[in-house]
């Protein structure tokens, strides 16, 4: 009986087809080949996730040429920079250029953000697959140890299974996606490099411009020197004959230079004084200057006045408000060929 005995148990071990009856005889055969599906089903599980890992890793090597190319960005970003500093003190408008390449570049920080959040969602998904790995080796070896409760156990085994097929197909999706921000990503990179090759064109163009600036800028301001200082002479030299003239007193005019002002026409004949300022164009402004300055001479230099002050307003182009408040206020306005507003004495 012993032989006998040991034989079968031996039969059952090697010979599959043996302990398929056997497990018929018993009622126990379906069951077997349930498990033999379900051990399939985990060889086929395997398979897929080897398919992930592999997608993970040629995502980490996209990201790694990522990168660099945001680092190639930031060194070409620097040089900008200093091109910058360089014209700061003379370019304006510049800074609205470089606000928007930083907003353009805080666009890109957040493209940035938005892809690592993606790839933490990616972790925590692979971590709870293996999680749900764990568990579903626990139901396997809970199922062998009791058979009484193998179908109960296999169902539930199954819904594990279409769950953790929707979570991979959720990964998948999560994957596309995160390849989609990726390429949107490249596009925005490409955007921003076009931008700055503009912007240096333009920060070019500028520079020529500005020195076209500057050197007409000198000219005129030569120019300008020059004729302020001939309106100023041509000034003292018709003041001085229009008073020897018209109040038949001989009087040098100059210029009046103190410590906090200076006047570009000033003479002195006993008790009378002239006043006064020289420019090529007038306005009211001119005006309300030169009444501040003879206020000021009444508070600190009194000696510089005398008791009767003419005020006076030497210009080739009298302005329409200039005019009209020189004869409120009694100022003579004059030119070489004419009075612009009598003088009153």
């Not at 005398?306 to 080739?316: D, E, H, L, M, N």
């Amino acid at each position: 009986m012993e032989p006998l005995k040991e034989e079968i148990l031996e039969l059952l071990e090697k010979d599959r087809e043996f302990r398929y009856a056997v497990a018929g005889y018993l009622g126990l055969s379906e069951i077997m080949k349930k498990l033999d599906v379900l051990a399939e089903e985990q060889v086929k599980l395997r398979e897929e996730q080897t398919k992930i890992w592999q997608e993970i890793r040629g995502l980490r090597e996209e990201q790694t040429k990522l990168w660099e190319e945001v680092k190639g960005l930031r060194e070409e970003q620097a040089k900008v920079w200093r091109e910058i500093r360089s014209l700061r003190e003379e370019q304006t408008k510049l800074w609205k250029e470089v606000k928007g390449l930083r907003e353009e570049q805080t666009r890109l920080w957040q493209e940035v953000k938005g892809l690592r959040e993606g790839q933490t969602r990616l972790w925590e998904e692979v971590r709870g697959l293996r999680e749900e790995q764990t568990k579903l080796w626990k139901e396997v070896r809970g199922l062998r140890e009791e058979q009484t409760k193998l179908w109960k156990e296999v169902k539930g085994l199954r819904e594990e299974q279409v769950s953790l097929r929707k979570e991979q197909t959720k990964i998948w999706e999560e994957v596309r996606n995160l390849r989609e921000g990726q390429t949107k990503l490249w596009e925005e990179v490409k955007g921003l490099r076009e931008e700055q090759t503009r912007l240096r064109e333009d920060f070019n163009k500028m520079l020529d411009e500005i020195r076209s600036i500057h050197l007409r800028l000198s000219r005129v301001e030569r120019t300008l020197e020059k004729l302020t200082l001939d309106i100023e002479e041509e000034a003292r030299s018709i003041l001085s004959y229009r008073i020897q003239k018209d109040l038949g007193i001989r009087m040098k005019v100059d210029s009046l230079f103190l410590k906090d002002l200076e006047l570009n026409l000033y003479g002195v004949s006993d008790d009378l004084c002239i006043v006064g300022e020289a420019s090529v164009r007038a306005g009211v402004r001119v005006l309300n200057d030169l009444l501040e300055k003879i206020e000021t001479l009444k508070r600190r230099y009194p000696e510089k006045l005398r008791k009767k002050i003419i005020p006076v307003i030497y210009t080739s182009l009298p302005m329409p408000d200039l005019i009209h408040e020189a004869k409120k206020q009694k100022v003579w306005v004059l030119k070489a060929t004419e009075d612009i507003v009598k003088l009153q004495v």
